[in-house]
């Protein structure tokens, strides 16, 4: 229901905006009208990645019961993290904890 609401919504503001395009418009506001077109497809690839990447990462990570803290999983081995997973080690994620008493927040 709400991914058709956002749809919806950026459906309407992009047909405004190319209605807004045909008129006749003053110096900047052609550029300024097709850096707001740019800005929705932004927001739209934003989007996608989310649903399509980071959701599906987060299903997986409550399924497995990991934690921010702790990107390992039960095996040792790092859990959905490219940085992890290129040459990182478990010293690294407690280095970037340190400055909070080693403790998440």
């Not at 996608?48 to 095996?75: F, M, N, W």
Request: hydrophobic share 25%; charged share 40%.
């Amino acid at each position: 229901m709400r991914e058709k609401k956002i749809n919806f919504l950026e459906e309407r503001i992009r047909r405004y905006l190319f209605d807004i395009s045909r008129q006749e418009l003053v110096k900047g506001q052609g550029s300024e009208v097709n850096g707001l077109i740019s800005l929705l497809d932004s927001m739209e690839r934003i989007g996608d990645v989310i649903t399509k990447q980071v959701v599906p990462l987060l299903k997986k990570k409550e399924r497995i019961g990991g934690d921010s803290c702790h990107p390992y999983g039960a095996d040792g081995r790092p859990e959905s993290d490219k940085h992890l997973q290129r040459g990182y080690r478990k010293k690294h994620t407690e280095k970037r904890f340190a400055g909070r008493g080693g403790r998440c927040e």
